[in-house]
């Protein structure tokens, strides 16, 4: 499952965007969005997603409703 950004949350710091191992997470015009295509949560790079891990605000990087 991918996981997406709750927009009203986001300050756009842009602290997850290196630390995608996938390069799924990207600003654009100045909000930042995750490609759910490519996102897998960090499987087989780390225990957790590591934008989560990072990411100063609390409950803004979620799993994605399907």
Excluded: Q, W, Y
């Amino acid at each position: 499952m991918a996981l997406r950004i709750e927009v009203d949350l986001c300050t756009a710091c842009g602290d997850c965007v290196p630390v995608c191992p996938e390069k799924a997470i990207f600003i654009h015009r100045l909000v930042v969005d995750i490609a759910t295509d490519r996102c897998n949560e960090c499987n087989g790079h780390a225990d957790e997603p590591l934008c989560v891990s990072v990411c100063p605000v609390d409950d803004c990087i979620v799993g994605a409703i399907l």
